[in-house]
């Protein structure tokens, strides 16, 4: 390395040490150790593969391993990630999923491209697809009992409150209504089997109902999402006049708090256990025979420790599960429910995520759901 390639560097690497350096630009991780050269922002290295999706706008450099020409300093010298957000972040609507390393590749992908690419965030018109109020196209549904994919149109109508599919392209009447206030998105590329694979769920009498979707455009997809998201804000806003953005944002979209296998006993105890797929989300601890079932085959509701509930590491002393040792006891005002995890990683994850919503405490609404649970097998 020559004494000028190595100022260089040293000039890159002391910006890397600004306060507004020292997170990744699109994913908010610590210590990025990339940049792009041509925009002027460091990046984190899973975000510096996805600029390379944009090389015609973005070209990424390790900032320790590559060598820096003079002007390519200069211009991170007179960016910089503070800079860059100021311009390419301007006007991001307040609804609009801003991912983070935890999420997909995918959010982090069409982010990058909203930001850089299509400039979003700039020209307001840009934002026409998830920010009208209306949304229809067709989507690949997953079906109910045959698991076939299916062309499914899709409208999402935020005057009506609604978002509805119809099986056939010429039918009048939707094949199902999904009330806003109960709907949810998230995106389960693993568990669908597509990098564009979101997971809508919604209440109908008040079971959960799980709709598995896809398309072969990821900006389809992620417009669907944000445009869901619009939706919720715009209802939440109208349903609780005055509740400041801090208190409704984290309620348009949520990611289950854990899910995965475990096995089951049934309410006598005497049953054998059986593998069932679980979902926590929020309260509700939900299990199916598959990970793509419509419908969950039981729902427990989970309270707080001030209302009585709790877990309890290990099963009772005369139980023990067929095949997987490590037990937990979940403790509610009418029963205990008897599980087992495959490895003690896996229960102490459990045992993590239902504390979690265990130490939270209930607010007057979830009470009313507490009572219906009551009611409900699992």
């Not at 801003?98 to 069409?110: I, K, N, S, V």
């Not at 109020?133 to 935020?158: A, C, H, P, Q």
């Not at 599919?165 to 590329?189: C, E, G």
């Not at 919720?232 to 005055?242: D, I, K, M, N, T």
């Amino acid at each position: 390395m020559t004494s000028y390639q190595k100022s260089s560097r040293e000039r890159v690497m002391k910006l890397l040490l600004k306060p507004e350096n020292k997170t990744c630009a699109d994913c908010g991780i610590a210590d990025p150790e990339w940049a792009s050269y041509t925009i002027g922002v460091f990046v984190c290295l899973s975000c510096s593969g996805l600029h390379r999706n944009i090389a015609h706008i973005s070209k990424v450099k390790s900032v320790l391993l590559d060598p820096w020409t003079e002007s390519e300093v200069e211009l991170m010298d007179s960016v910089g990630n503070d800079v860059a957000k100021a311009k390419y972040e301007q006007i991001v609507p307040a609804f609009y999923y801003r991912p983070t390393h935890r999420d997909c590749a995918l959010l982090r992908d069409q982010w990058i491209r909203a930001k850089y690419e299509r400039k979003e965030f700039i020209c307001v018109e840009q934002q026409e697809p998830y920010s009208a109020g209306y949304r229809e196209g067709y989507l690949w549904k997953r079906g109910r009992d045959n698991g076939l994919y299916l062309n499914r149109k899709f409208i999402l109508s935020e005057r009506e409150g609604v978002l509805k599919y119809f099986n056939k392209h010429d039918a009048r009447l939707p094949k199902a209504i999904m009330r806003l206030n109960t709907v949810n998105a998230t995106f389960q590329p693993t568990k669908i089997g597509s990098t564009n694979g979101l997971q809508v769920t919604y209440l109908k009498d008040n079971s959960t109902r799980n709709i598995f979707l896809y398309h072969e455009e990821g900006k389809e997809m992620v417009d669907w999402f944000n445009a869901i998201r619009a939706a919720r804000f715009h209802y939440l806003q109208v349903a609780f006049p005055g509740a400041p953005e801090s208190e409704l944002l984290p309620l348009l979209t949520r990611n289950y708090i854990n899910e995965g296998f475990m096995e089951k006993t049934g309410p006598k105890h005497t049953e054998g256990f059986k593998r069932r797929w679980f979902t926590l989300d929020d309260r509700r601890l939900m299990y199916f025979k598959d990970p793509l079932d419509a419908y969950a085959r039981g729902e427990v509701f989970i309270g707080s420790k001030e209302s009585g509930y709790s877990i309890v590491v290990g099963l009772p002393a005369n139980i023990q599960s067929s095949n997987w040792r490590f037990g937990i006891t979940i403790v509610t005002p009418e029963r205990k429910f008897l599980l087992a995890c495959e490895t003690q990683e896996d229960r102490d994850e459990w045992i993590s995520s239902i504390h979690s919503v265990i130490n939270r405490p209930m607010v007057p609404q979830e009470y009313a759901v507490e009572a219906y649970f009551k009611h409900k097998p699992f």
